[in-house]
């Protein structure tokens, strides 16, 4: 393993007593042999029994006392030559290390704003998803009022956007916001769709002619399809699936028509949970750099009680589809989804 230098120069015995990085694991090997980590494990070799129950303690947060410091002080920069301790600002403080529950930090490592039309229960699901997984800012679509505890009453004035948002901010701070004036986000680096059905057929053809990333999570009775991550022109959009739908039943268009992104959407717990990490992972992945993914996964519940089954298949772009043809321009496109539904 190399190692980092920068890391050796910055290391700081100084006031605040050292701890290894986060999630950092501390076995004890023999010929009291010490070896730190899984993943990219490093052993610490020639270490003396003191030393080697010395590191072990490390393991635990707030172990390394100040006598520690000055009594292994050469042990610590040999930790801090690998690259094991955490330093000041590049990690949590002790007590508030992430173990994958409870809040975040806010600080999202994608500069990324992603805006979810829709904030029910499985929008919020997404947008949780995606605000943990460290998507900077999350904007929610959805000036439906919002239901109080009781069912029958609303708050006056509070959408769904605004529970939406208030909820995941009370698990990352300032990660969630209410989309801007016009209840419309604002070139967001990609739109994720929830709908039941199908979607605002109007909201498609404006991410279509404006060349807005999106993805759909499109929800019925009996589970949810996410996907394909649409690149305007890089690969098969919601019209092509739209078309080969209509080949396949004359009387989608009208079905179509009649969901039109309005419609409550349905998912049962278990199956909003698959379907946030997978619609949070194909987020990621084309923030990450990646490209349209034509894939389409299927989250689905079993009918015999067990908990929901995953799949995924590869959808293709429709021959007689034009959103591949980069002479089309957005309204044609409009006109061609105005022939189809
Ligand atoms: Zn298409």
């Given at each position: 393993?190399?190692?980092?230098?920068?890391?050796?120069?910055?290391?700081?015995?100084?006031?605040?007593?050292?701890?290894?990085?986060?999630?950092?694991?501390?076995?004890?090997?023999?010929?009291?042999?010490?070896?730190?980590?899984?993943?990219?494990?490093?052993?610490?070799?020639g270490l003396s029994s003191e030393e080697a129950a010395f590191v072990a303690r490390l393991e635990e947060a707030s172990a390394c006392t100040s006598a520690d410091v000055a009594r292994y002080e050469h042990v610590i920069r040999r930790l801090d030559l690998h690259g094991l301790l955490a330093h000041r600002g590049t990690s949590s403080p002790p007590g508030t290390a992430s173990s994958g529950e409870g809040t975040g930090t806010g600080?999202?490592?994608?500069?990324?704003?992603?805006?979810?039309?829709?904030?029910?229960?499985?929008?919020?699901?997404?947008?949780?998803?995606?605000?943990?997984?460290?998507?900077?800012?999350?904007?929610?679509?959805?000036?439906?009022?919002?239901?109080?505890a009781t069912p029958v009453t609303m708050v006056a004035g509070v959408t769904r956007a605004h529970r939406a948002a208030r909820a995941i901010n009370g698990w990352v701070p300032h990660a969630a916001h209410v989309a801007g004036a016009g209840s419309s986000c604002r070139s967001p680096d990609v739109t994720v769709i929830v709908a039941s059905g199908s979607?605002?057929?109007?909201?498609?053809?404006?991410?279509?002619?404006?060349?807005?990333?999106?993805?759909?999570?499109?929800?019925?009775?009996?589970?949810?399809?996410?996907?394909?991550?649409?690149?305007?022109?890089?690969?098969p959009c919601?019209?092509?699936l739209g078309i080969s739908r209509t080949e396949a039943d004359a009387d989608w268009p009208l079905v179509a028509l009649q969901c039109n992104g309005s419609?409550?959407?349905?998912?049962?717990?278990?199956v909003r949970a698959l379907t946030a990490g997978v619609a949070c992972d194909s987020v990621v992945r084309f923030l990450d750099g990646g490209g349209s993914d034509a894939r389409q996964w299927r989250a689905e519940s079993r009918?015999?009680?067990?908990?929901?089954?995953?799949?995924?298949?590869?959808?293709?772009?429709?021959?007689?589809?034009?959103?591949?043809?980069p002479?089309?321009?957005?309204?044609?496109?409009?006109?061609?989804?105005?022939?189809?539904f």
């Open positions: 393993m190399s190692i980092p230098r920068t890391r050796a120069a910055a290391a700081n015995l100084g006031s605040v007593p050292p701890r290894l990085r986060d999630g950092l694991a501390v076995f004890a090997l023999d010929g009291n042999r010490v070896r730190i980590g899984l993943a990219d494990p490093v052993v610490l070799e600080t999202g490592t994608w500069h990324a704003t992603v805006c979810v039309v829709g904030a029910d229960d499985l929008a919020m699901a997404i947008g949780l998803c995606l605000a943990q997984a460290g998507v900077r800012r999350i904007e929610f679509e959805d000036a439906k009022p919002a239901a109080a979607p605002d057929l109007a909201l498609v053809s404006d991410l279509m002619a404006a060349d807005q990333p999106h993805l759909p999570v499109i929800t019925d009775e009996r589970g949810v399809t996410v996907g394909p991550f649409v690149i305007p022109g890089a690969g919601l019209t092509c419609r409550p959407t349905h998912a049962s717990a278990a009918t015999n009680g067990d908990g929901p089954r995953l799949t995924e298949r590869v959808v293709r772009t429709h021959p007689s589809c034009r959103c591949s043809n002479l089309v321009r957005g309204d044609d496109l409009e006109d061609q989804q105005a022939i189809l």
